[in-house]
């Protein structure tokens, strides 16, 4: 019977693996089926598995070199241990570097010790750890402690050295499993039928809770998505997060879940029961199932790659299954990978079938923007879909890439080491670094990439997002993070536009979504809350259209900058549509021209389409093709659309065209305050007031005082009762201060008030208000700024809306009386 | 006389005038059982060599047997044990059904899904001509 299997972490790019067995039988290979599974947008997957029965004698460990098929007996075990479990030192806490005596692995056996033994088979060291059987170890993910669970209910933490560090807990029953926490400061334990996470703070109160109605025998905490996989003697998995609530639970298997395992990850996780073997969603369901005749799997153990899984099953075999039939879709392109070293690409419009062969596995794929991306254990190559013959090639030096993330003009690879931005020329164009970035546990909705900015939510501080321009490597702007006043789970970068208008999307653990701008000059960064409840989303490839699944509704937003532009066209431009008919729970995987791809619950990809117009009016203000955008709106009339665009125009500062769409949308008086623009003969003053009618008062005080305009600047303020700051502007330009004392006067007699304000009380004694003088001056400045000789009128309005009677370059001020 | 007195001393003469100790029809008697002995005992021999055949084939017969008992015990487990396969193998092939079952809903619901898209688009095709 084989009990237990790990794959090495810490050998570099080598596929061996060991396994103990304590019963002998001959040693032959086989090959059993192929199993189905798929996958995301990316329908993946086939898995195929390869049988080895493993000939050992009692009380040995094997070690295989999956890729020749060598067999080398590492250690011969004296006759009384009997093996129990096995743990590889983890790779990531070497450092990648080569520190010698770290290549070694943890055994533990039934005699209650657990031995370290080197990667030669020597054993360092026999530890006495419990009463009875030793039933797990696992060491942390930073290599710094090593946990043992045992029949004797305790849980202990070691010391890499083995020195006992401390004893967690004392149960009445055995614990079975045990599993660290993403940060390696917690561990969870069974207890019976209870799943407990306990601190390793002392007096940290542990969480504890009922998780199956048989006792649990395995359980599994994966760092990257956070989740907790446990399977029981009830039959049933279960997935959890880490308060407790029950994300998924399986229907009842015919024989207990014997070992349970999430991929590095944690896109996906294996159940071995008896004669069954299963291949599930992070989500729950189910890619595949595989009846395999090996008795109980007993432990599951991934490659570090993801693609290959080893089981240790009780008639002594050890069984090795390949990740298969991962279909990736994009656009008419359609790649599957059918063999662990050939992707077929199928291009659906011509039925053509490109057959691409690998010298290694294949590892990662990743299909958009029109470039195949594929990532073996040793080599990255490129395809653009115009072309499958000839793919740019470049060495990987590390094996195991965990992501590829694309953007139009390049795309994003993590591996263990590091992050990395390459052009589709297969140059390295930056590696985005930041103090304490943890490669390793980046999964897809922590990072993201547009063609400028890449964006790494910090592991450390999840409330902090860093921004980096792609181009270079470095911190955006001040270097400064984004920091997110809740923790951030998702981040996501839209893909189109100007790099000055980059926005961040951000859902934060309350699923509230927030847009941010990426790039800031000198203001603050404005953060605006679009939506709550939000499950998932997803930002346009070719427009800046977001879409995003909240609260049993399907909701895109046509134009989110709008936002930004004037808030009370945002729920104009929002499009919404009642979700029932993607069931519960589902996810936006995909949203690519006006066709959006979501995933049900329970696995089915269901996509559904957005009217086409609002990409076609995005593209005609991208090209700023003003008159063709009014054109299309006035075809399709839809209100949606006219407030797109009157937002849009806002934004570009096209005020004939805002007039003619605010006009359309009924905001009267948003055409009239453009009107008034219009007739501004100063293009700063007009700026200014565009950036007054976005709502943005400080940016259009900025405008006016960057121009020299001070006395609009300050009349600003006084038409925002912002007096404090008026008077400030004119005493320190000296001008205007009996202006602006006149109007304050004014305000307070028409209110029955007195001056109360120290500084104006102050100004005052010395100031005589005289209307007629201080309308004398006003003309004077309006007569100044019609002479300015950067003056450029407004230009010629192509009609629509009637023209109210401008008086040329008459303040449109609406003076209080 | 002479034949009396002899007699008496416990000889006679037998037809051949040879000198016997028994009377000559005791003799003859004894003779005679002596005939008849043997006859019998060649029988004898005879019936034992027939029954040790006899007993051979018996007990060949009696080993066919047991070997046919052996054999009718082991093919009735068998048929037991492959009821009870089939069994495992049913529940075995049931489970993969039900796993294709689940993908056959997965991908209906897909196909669906994209006739309706399909049907959405034709429509909206069909209102874009008629529009212009």
Request: glycine share 6%; with cysteine; hydrophobic share 35%.
């Amino acid at each position: 019977m084989l009990r237990c299997i790990d794959y090495p972490s810490c050998f570099h790019r080598s596929l061996c693996e060991i396994n103990t067995s304590d019963d002998g039988e001959e040693l032959t290979k086989l090959k059993l089926t192929a199993w189905s599974m798929d996958r995301n947008v990316e329908t993946f997957t086939f898995m195929q598995l390869c049988l080895c029965l493993q000939g050992a004698d009692d009380h040995t460990i094997l070690k295989w070199n999956l890729v020749n098929n060598e067999t080398t007996s590492l250690v011969k075990l004296p006759d009384d241990v009997f093996p129990t479990d096995m743990h590889w030192f983890p790779k990531a806490a070497t450092g990648g570097g080569k520190k010698t005596g770290s290549d070694l692995f943890c055994l533990t056996s039934t005699d209650g010790k657990f031995h370290l033994i080197g990667k030669t088979g020597r054993v360092e060291k026999s530890v006495e750890a419990h009463k009875g059987a030793v039933l797990s170890g696992r060491w942390s993910y930073d290599g710094s402690a090593l946990l043992t669970a045992g029949e004797d209910g305790q849980v202990k933490v070691w010391s890499r050295s083995g020195m006992l560090r401390s004893t967690l807990t004392q149960n009445s029953t055995s614990v079975y499993g045990v599993a660290w926490g993403p940060d390696s400061d917690q561990v969870l334990f069974t207890n019976g039928r209870q799943l407990v996470i306990k601190s390793l703070q002392a007096n940290a109160k542990p969480t504890m809770w009922k998780g199956h109605e048989g006792v649990i025998l395995q359980v599994d905490w994966n760092p990257v998505n956070n989740l907790i996989l446990s399977g029981g003697e009830d039959c049933r998995y279960k997935v959890w997060d880490t308060y407790s609530r029950l994300m998924y639970s399986s229907s009842a298997h015919d024989y207990p879940i014997t070992s349970v395992a999430w991929t590095p990850d944690g896109e996906l996780f294996a159940i071995g029961s008896f004669n069954t073997l299963r291949l599930c969603d992070k989500t729950g369901w189910s890619y595949a199932l595989e009846k395999p005749n090996t008795g109980s799997v007993f432990k599951l153990s991934w490659s570090s790659d993801g693609t290959q899984v080893a089981g240790a099953c009780g008639n002594g075999q050890v069984l090795i299954g390949h990740i298969l039939e991962r279909r990736l879709e994009w656009s008419n392109f359609e790649a599957t990978v059918t063999e662990s070293k050939k992707i077929v690409v199928r291009n659906v419009l011509n039925e053509t079938y490109d057959k691409l062969d690998f010298r290694d596995r294949v590892i990662k794929a990743s299909l958009a923007f029109s470039h195949l991306v594929v990532a073996t254990s040793s080599q990255c190559y490129i395809y653009s879909t115009k072309n499958f013959n000839t793919p740019m090639i470049f060495d990987l030096k590390e094996g195991n890439v965990s992501l590829i993330k694309q953007a139009e003009k390049h795309f994003l690879l993590v591996d263990v080491a590091g992050v990395y931005v390459y052009t589709y020329d297969g140059r390295l164009v930056c590696s985005p670094k930041y103090p304490g970035l943890r490669a390793d546990i980046l999964n897809s909705q922590t990072v993201c990439i547009s063609n400028d900015t890449v964006a790494i939510r910090d592991k450390a501080d999840e409330k902090v997002v860093y921004v980096f321009d792609a181009l270079s490597g470095k911190p955006l702007g001040d270097g400064k993070p984004i920091t997110h006043k809740l923790e951030v789970m998702e981040v996501a970068l839209d893909h189109c536009g100007p790099a000055a208008e980059r926005r961040l999307a951000i859902i934060d653990k309350n699923r509230d979504l927030y847009l941010t701008s990426v790039r800031v000059f000198g203001t603050d960064r404005k953060t605006v809350k679009l939506g709550t409840m939000i499950m998932s989303l997803a930002w346009n490839d070719a427009t800046n259209m977001l879409a995003a699944l909240a609260d049993g509704k399907f909701t895109v937003w046509y134009y989110p900058s709008a936002v930004y532009v004037d808030k009370d066209l945002l729920p104009k431009t929002v499009f919404e549509k009642e979700a029932s008919e993607f069931g519960k729970n589902p996810q936006l995987l995909q949203f690519v021209g006006n066709h959006v791809v979501i995933r049900r619950a329970e696995g089915s990809l269901v996509s559904t389409s957005i009217s086409p117009y609002p990409a076609i009016l995005h593209s005609y203000v991208q090209s700023g093709r003003w008159d063709d955008a009014v054109r299309l709106c006035r075809f399709v009339k839809d209100e949606m659309l006219w407030a797109c665009l009157a937002s849009m125009s806002a934004y570009a500062k096209e005020l004939n065209t805002a007039e003619i769409a605010y006009a359309a949308i009924q905001e009267a008086d948003k055409v009239q305050f453009i009107l008034n623009i219009k007739d501004i003969p100063v293009k700063d003053a007009r700026n200014a007031e565009m950036a007054l009618l976005c709502g943005n008062p400080q940016d259009a005080e900025a405008i006016l005082l960057q121009a020299g305009l001070t006395f609009r600047a300050i009349l600003l303020n006084v038409q925002l009762y912002n007096w404090d700051r008026a008077l400030e502007l004119a005493v320190k330009h000296k001008t205007h201060v009996d202006t602006v004392l006149g109007y304050r006067q004014r305000y307070m007699e028409q209110y029955g008030k007195k001056e109360s304000n120290k500084r104006f009380l102050q100004y005052k004694e010395g100031i005589e208000i005289d209307w007629e003088k201080i309308e004398a001056k006003i003309e004077m400045e309006y007569q100044k700024e019609r002479e300015r000789p950067e003056r450029t009128p407004a230009p010629a309005s192509s009609g629509g809306a009637p023209r109210s009677g401008g008086t040329g370059g008459a303040p449109k001020y609406p003076v209080r009386t | 006389m002479a034949d009396e007195a002899l007699s008496r001393a416990g000889l006679h003469f037998d037809e051949l005038n040879k000198i016997r100790v028994l009377e000559p029809e005791v003799q003859s008697q004894t003779s005679e059982l002596k005939e008849e002995c043997k006859d019998f005992v060649d029988k004898i021999g005879d019936f034992q060599k027939i029954v040790g055949t006899f007993i051979e084939v018996v007990d060949n017969v009696s080993k066919e047997v047991e070997k046919e008992k052996m054999k009718a015990i082991g093919s009735r487990n068998l048929l037991k044990s492959i009821a009870k396969q089939r069994e495992a193998q049913q529940q075995q092939l049931q489970a993969l059904i039900a796993e294709r079952k689940m993908q056959l809903e997965r991908l209906r619901i897909q196909y669906e899904n994209l006739q309706k898209e399909e049907s959405e688009q034709n429509e909206f095709i069909e209102q874009f001509i008629l529009q212009k």
